[in-house]
């Protein structure tokens, strides 16, 4: 997962016709009939165990069941390695050839691919009752079309170890919910001889995590997009967020710029540290520490912006993409919609740990504590991933660059409003034609 913070700019692709067999099945997605493509090959390029433990048991057991019912159909899933993916992806939409579908993320990362056209929008590919039932596809709205098909629901809010709590006089049951109530956790816990948050910042993508759940209590999805084509990161509203940030480094580990993100996963899994935040894969992580005896709790992210969504949970939306160079999209668009049917929903859930991405899915099946809350605060809606909906510039030479200034070094709040204006300005003297492409995605999101 990594490596999507190396992305390379994409080049345009020859949009492939359809393949044998496909023009004599009516439908598309849920009402596309395999049975009538003929003999056909589905390749599926994705990451695997390495962005979600357990989910490639979870895939291989849904092609043996996919080509079971449809023995025409041969699926094959490739797996790729972090470390060249988006190398792959870029070389593939060059030459014009690759894979039917491929694993991305939601914003940015997936229209990147689009712009570049190396993908075909949902409605391409799936019927309007399978693009209805995840409203998450919004995050990928351009253009009046939708760019990726969302598979599980990655939720993400602030983990904390309820034992260490109570060692430092805490009430386990009631975790804090203003900033105010935040930090004199974090002093208590401090006070107490534990680390109140752990994260490795020495890999930069914790920088990523945190800066998603600060810039979410303030901006907007449409206000991050307009602060892209023409703001000012210099300006007050943008150092309300980096002023919290500021707030919270004496309550981290004295060591972030020397450990990985993992290594500070490893640290709370381990019981060193109180709180942390989420990272994919939580869910499987707080199954684990239970099963070794740990009481762990999950709270929001306590607000202390003013903006309308301060008080959602915030949400990564990463799924799969049907290529302009899929043989036959229809066929790829019905696989998509196999994952989401009700059985291979609750095995996502049951086998993986993972909550499914789809209004449809039966949560009463919920077994965990932790998950039923998730699902309960997210009734009013939920907030998408900030950091998908700015350049990747930003992320890897501004929210990087300022986190280890900050919590690993002595950066002020304007040293590092400077650091996002001057990685913006060179960004734009680049990129006319991505500001144009921007400016679509801000007429269209929430449309």
């Known amino acids: 997962m990594l490596d999507r913070l190396k992305r390379v700019g994409l080049a345009a692709a020859l949009l492939s016709a359809l393949g044998a067999g496909s023009a004599s099945a009516d439908g598309l997605g849920s009402a596309y009939d395999p049975a009538g493509a003929g003999k056909a090959t589905l390749t599926l ?15 291989k057991e849904s092609i043996a069941l996919y080509q079971k019912k449809y023995p025409n159909i041969t699926v094959n899933a490739v797996l790729q390695s972090t470390d060249t993916y988006t190398t792959i992806q870029g070389t593939a939409c060059k030459g014009g050839t690759g894979p039917d579908l491929w694993y991305n993320w939601g914003g940015i990362w997936s229209l990147e691919q689009v712009w570049g056209g190396c993908t075909v929008p949902n409605e391409e590919a799936l019927s309007a009752e399978d693009i209805k039932a995840v409203p998450t596809v919004a995050s990928t709205r351009w253009n009046g079309k939708t760019w990726l098909y969302p598979v599980d629901a990655r939720i993400y809010p602030v983990i904390y170890n309820k034992t260490l709590f109570a060692k430092a006089g805490l009430d386990p049951a009631k ?19 534990i680390d109140p948050l752990v994260v490795g910042l020495k890999d930069g993508f914790g920088g990523e995590m945190l800066a998603a759940a600060f810039q979410a209590q303030v901006y907007t999805v449409p206000e991050l997009l307009q602060m892209t084509i023409g703001g000012d990161f210099t300006d007050a509203k943008w150092k309300s967020w980096i002023e919290k940030v500021h707030e919270l480094k004496p309550y981290f580990n004295n060591d972030t710029n ?25 869910q499987q992580m707080i199954v684990e520490m239970e099963k070794g005896g740990a009481e762990v709790g999950i709270m929001k992210v306590p607000v202390f912006g003013t903006g309308k969504e301060a008080g959602l949970l915030y949400m990564d939306t990463p799924g799969f993409q049907v290529t302009s160079f899929a043989q036959n999209k229809a066929l790829a668009g019905n696989f998509l919609a196999f994952l989401h049917t009700q059985d291979r929903m609750k095995a996502l859930y049951g086998n993986v740990g993972d909550l499914p991405n789809d209004s449809r899915w039966d949560t009463s099946q919920i077994t965990r504590p932790t998950d039923k809350q998730l699902m309960e605060w997210t009734k009013p809606g939920v907030s998408f991933y900030r950091a998908n909906f700015y350049p990747t510039d930003m992320d890897v030479n501004g929210n990087f660059v300022v986190f280890q200034g900050i919590l690993g070094g002595d950066m002020t709040v304007d040293q590092a409003a400077a650091t996002y204006q001057d990685v913006i300005t060179k960004w734009r003297s680049l990129h006319a034609d991505e500001i144009a492409n921007y400016k679509t995605w801000a007429d269209s999101f929430g449309q």
């Not at 105010?180 to 107490?192: M, P, Y």
């Open 45 to 59: 390029w994705w990451l695997g165990n390495q962005e979600v433990p357990g989910i490639e048991d979870w895939m």
């Open 258 to 282: 020397s450990i990985n993100f993992g290594d500070g996963l490893g640290r709370f899994q381990q019981g060193q540290a109180a709180m942390i935040f989420a990272a994919p894969g939580f």
């Open 175 to 193: 975790p804090p919910q203003s900033w105010a109530e935040f930090i004199a956790a974090a002093d208590n816990l401090k006070k107490a001889g």
